[in-house]
Nanobody, 123 residues
């Protein structure tokens, strides 16, 4: 397994969760990382991305101000801190490794995908 995401679970609306994703050094080094999510019956959509050195990040509009992406290059880990969670945030969350150094909202920029972790937000 080259990407392993964890940290999902059940949380009440307004609560917080932190997702983690470990990657092999080959995927992680010098590459941007991203988080995507897929709700039931919907396509997988962009959540957040971070550049190879953590200097730049980008977010989908629905999560701006609530979610924070970060990375620890020494540990080959990328995180997604999710605050003020709402029922519409319920989805399977996937981490992804990019083929580029700068993060992108485009799925085609990512060539490595983790298995997903389920986040359920109850109202």
């Amino acid at each position: 397994v080259q990407l392993q995401a964890c940290g999902g679970g059940l949380v009440q609306a307004g609560g917080s969760l932190r997702l983690s994703c470990g990657a092999s050094r080959r995927i992680f080094s010098n590459n941007a990382m991203g988080w995507f999510r897929q709700a039931p019956g919907k396509e997988r959509g962009f959540v957040a991305a971070i550049s190879w050195n953590g200097a730049a990040s980008t977010y989908a509009d629905p999560v701006k101000g609530r979610f924070t992406i970060s990375r620890d290059n020494a540990k080959n880990l990328v995180y997604l801190q999710m605050n003020s969670l709402q029922p519409e945030d319920t989805a399977v969350y996937y981490c992804a490794g990019s083929r580029y150094a700068i993060g992108s909202a485009e799925r085609r920029a990512y060539n490595y995908w983790g298995q997903g972790t389920l986040v359920t937000v109850s109202s």
